[in-house]
């Protein structure tokens, strides 16, 4: 959630930072409603004061035997104006409020400004694309004709868009996760947490993903959803807290299954593990000091590539254009994995900063050593999608006799297998 402080002192600012969006929203509508909340709260201030004048004065006047009924009449006004322009504020208060919360977050500065995802800057590349003596096979007919896939089974149990892993695929899926999750805990310092699965409305609203993107999540109840990645539950961790001096910065990585009803990309992303309704990712999240936020999300976007080094899986960081960006993102990376089947790049990590805009709308504060309170900047990064990272695997570590290679950093959680061959 915006500031009304910025809205208010350089709305110009934020108007270009909408317009950089292709966005358009009524600033004055705010601003309007914002100077009135102002003058109620002033005149409200007035009333209290008098109020209490009034209340001193009855009872030394009661002392000097004056006649109070004229005080006691008007300080029942009083206090009858009060209630009403109570009333009035807390209208205007949540008006205001519904209105700042429609607003996206303002783009970084140096954000490359676009108009789509064809945008985005290609920041750099790492690892060598492989070399087939054959034609490379899409993940979905290797992992089919190895019997890891059900593609079948997985639309009868649910639908389209579900899948069933089996055997060595189910294996190479939990291999992964743990993998990500040492990497993250044992060498970049995260602290695993397993939230839940269920979200309510608040949680939702103070990552962004409410009122916004509520036709793309499964409602299970009228208040609970199913998380459509981790960053809802562990961001809400320390939702209407105050981070006490010194536990800054926090770093959060979690396992979860994520759900999304998002009808995504038409055409070769639809086919496979890319798009599915259901998949697993291993999510980093961390709450830090603004002044630290743009070092800290170079890091985490580092920690997110050092699990494809470790895959050795070539891949490019691309930086989102102000169009592009999420919602509640101020800045964001996106890595995307070289697939050779797909003929292409596919996402498989986004990772960014979305400065104290989630702060702000799940009043998550934190002391400095200063003594003072403030928000803190959040930031979070796919550390990866699993269901991905198994069809970069599937891909690119393929054989001409249609098994598969196990990366060496994943021997030892394969059981020292070495190759995915057609299951029995």
């Known amino acids: 959630m915006l500031d009304i402080k910025i809205v208010r002192e350089d709305p110009e600012k934020v108007k270009r930072a909408l317009k950089d969006r292709n966005l358009e929203f009524d600033l004055s509508h705010i601003l309007d409603i914002d100077d009135g909340r102002r003058a109620l709260i002033k005149k ?4 209290r004061a008098e109020k209490n004048r009034l209340a001193k004065e009855v ?38 409020a519904e209105k700042i919360a429609e607003i996206p977050n303002i783009p970084a500065d140096g954000v490359p400004v676009g108009e789509s995802e064809e945008d985005n800057v290609e920041i750099r590349t790492w690892g060598k694309q492989p070399d087939f003596e054959f034609e490379p096979k899409g993940h979905w007919d ?21 899948t069933v892993t089996v055997g ?34 608040d ?37 209407n807290e105050i981070i006490p001096a010194g536990d800054m910065p926090i770093k959060y990585v979690a396992y979860s299954p994520c759900f999304r009803r998002e009808a995504g990309s038409y ?32 890091e985490l976007t580092a920690q997110a590539e050092a699990v494809l080094q470790g895959l050795g899986l070539a891949y490019r960081v691309v930086e989102l254009c102000t169009a592009d960006l999420s919602f509640a993102a101020a800045k964001c990376y996106d890595l995307e994995v070289w697939m050779p089947g797909m003929g292409g790049y ?50 690119n570590y393929q054989r001409q ?6 990366p060496p950093a994943l021997v030892e959680y394969m059981g020292n297998s070495t190759i995915i061959a057609a299951q029995g």
């Open 267 to 298: 055409g070769r992303e639809t086919r496979g593990l890319i798009r599915q309704h259901q998949f697993n990712k291993v999510e980093m999240v961390r709450f830090v000091e603004p002044d630290n936020s743009p070092t800290a999300h170079e």
């Open 142 to 162: 290797i992992g089919t004709d190895l019997g890891i896939l059900d593609f079948e089974r997985g639309a009868k149990v649910t639908g389209a868009r579900f």
């Open 346 to 395: 596919v996402e498989i990590s986004s990772c960014s900063n979305f400065s104290d805009f989630q702060a702000r709308r799940s009043n998550v504060r934190f002391k400095g050593g200063d003594g003072k309170t403030r928000y803190p900047h959040t930031l979070n990064g796919s550390g990866l999608a699993i269901g991905r990272t198994v069809a970069a695997v599937l891909e």
């Open 44 to 47: 409200v201030e007035d009333l």
């Open 59 to 96: 009872p030394i006047a009661q002392k000097e035997g004056k006649d109070i009924g004229e005080l006691v009449a008007e300080s029942k006004e009083v206090g009858e104006h009060l209630k009403h322009l109570d009333g009035l504020l807390k209208e205007h208060e949540e008006e205001l």
């Open 401 to 406: 006799d249609g098994s598969v290679s196990i």
């Open 203 to 239: 949680s939702l609203f103070a990552t962004g993903q409410l009122p916004k993107l509520r036709e793309d999540m499964y409602a299970v109840t009228d208040d609970l959803f199913l998380i459509p990645t981790a960053e809802v539950p562990v961001t809400n961790l320390h939702r």
């Open 168 to 201: 060595a695929g189910a294996r190479l899926e939990r291999a992964l996760m743990n993998y990500m999750l040492d990497m993250h805990t044992g060498e970049h310092g995260y602290k695993e947490v397993f939230p839940p699965i269920l979200v309510n409305e």
